[in-house]
Structures are given as C-alpha cells and as structure tokens.
C-alpha cells in the first residue's frame, strides 16, 4: 500500500537557523513527490516537486528538498528559517501508472514553529 | 499554476441540513478533486470528478451523503447532504492543471464548515 510518513508532529527552530523537515514515502516503483505548506484558515500552497533528473530540487521562499531514493525519503530544508515559515508542512507522493496521472498521497504534516 | 476560488468560504450550518460548496477555477482542467481535512487531521481524498464521467468515491464516502456536480471544464459543486457534527471540517476542492507533464496539483482556500 502505498503511504508517506511524517515522523515529527512539530518541528521548532530559532530564525536563521538551519530547518529540516522529514518525510519518507513506500510507493511502489518511482514516485512523484510534493511539499506543500498551510497557512492558518489558507488553503495549501505548492513548494517544490520531484519528477526526475536532479536529487536536489530547489522550490518557492527559499526551499528546498533531497529525493533519496535508497532512503525513500525527500526532506524539506532550508538553510535559513524565518518567522514568516512557521506553518504546517505536507509531504505528498504520487505514483507513477503509465499514462494514468496517479492518486495523490499525503503525510499527516509537520508543524514548523520557527522563534524569533 | 490554477487559479482557484471557493465558496462559501466558511459556514455554520444546523445537523440535518445541506450546505453546496462551489469551485470555480481560472482554467479549464480535466481532472478536479475534493478533500476533506478534520480538525488536526491531514487531507482525506473524498472524490475525482472528471467532466463528462461519474464522479469516483473513495473508501467510506458516498453519492448520497457527498453529491457531486461537474457541469464543466472550470466548476464543480459537492453537496455536505443531511450534515452532523461529524462533517464539521474544512472541505478543499483540487485540480491538476492540463498543461502535460506539469504533475502538481493545486488547492484552493477551501470552505470551513460547523455543523451544531
């Protein structure tokens, strides 16, 4: 069956500093992978995707994510947090079928709390 | 990118009515799908509605209680039939823009709704 995990309910970091926000995924064959985030009483906002070609994909506000494949894992980073990152974290996978755009799967989320 | 309105944004309805979200997207897209995110909770997938096909229920939801409408290539409606407190959540409609090989999927703002 195919999933994603979010291992941390709450991920809390001083600004400036380094953020990481883990997810794994189990998806048979080679998926697509999301990040999206969620403002208070918003809706969620696409960060960055993995298709292919380059582990390291570079996304909106200065986000980033690493697909290790052997790892099954895709974590979101940053090298210099802000206030203004504080929200919730999703990890999405899609599997791949041919010609057939695949179901989306989402982690629980990660809420990132970021201390000025 | 799809440009996504919803509405009503929020509403508080009594149990036993039906309250009809609509989704209107900039573009026309083939694919749109509605969520269902609880309280704390993450997005459930409720339902694919493709133009010109059925709308396809997953697990635990059905047309009776989640009705679904797509008239069109730009709007959809899902009606909360007969609600209880237990439909109390936010409800997102989705799509995934036509352009081939662009995979990501937008959200919209989505409807907060409480049923007393």
């Known amino acids: 069956a195919q999933s994603v995990a979010q291992p941390e309910d709450q991920v809390n970091v001083a600004e400036g500093n380094p953020l990481t926000v883990k997810c794994t995924y189990s998806v048979s064959g080679n998926p697509y992978l999301f990040w999206y985030v969620q403002y208070p009483n918003r809706g969620l906002q696409f960060l960055l995707k993995?298709?292919?070609?380059?582990?390291l994909v570079k996304g909106s506000y200065g986000f980033e994510a690493e697909f290790n494949k052997s790892q099954t894992s895709f974590h979101l980073k940053k090298p210099s947090a802000l206030v203004s990152d504080s929200a919730l974290y999703f990890c999405a996978v899609r599997d791949r079928r041919g010609s057939t755009l695949g179901r989306l799967y989402f982690g629980r989320g990660t809420q990132l709390t970021v201390w000025p | 990118s799809a440009v996504i309105s919803q509405k009503p944004s929020r509403d508080i309805c009594q149990r036993g009515t039906s309250l009809t979200i609509q989704c209107q997207v900039d573009?026309?897209?083939?694919?749109m799908f509605w969520y269902r995110q609880q309280p704390g909770q993450s997005l459930t997938l409720i339902a694919t509605a493709n133009q010109g096909s059925e709308a396809t229920y997953e697990s635990g939801f059905v047309i009776d209680k989640f009705p679904i409408s797509r008239p069109n290539l730009t709007f959809s409606t899902l009606t909360v039939s007969n609600m209880s407190p237990e439909d109390s959540s936010i409800y997102l409609c989705?799509?995934?823009?036509?352009?081939?090989?662009?995979?990501?999927?937008?959200f919209g703002p989505g409807t907060r709704l409480t049923v007393t």
């Open positions: 573009s026309q897209v083939t694919m």
């Open positions: 989705s799509v995934v823009p036509g352009l081939a090989g662009s995979y990501e999927q937008y």
């Open positions: 993995y298709i292919t070609g380059d582990n």
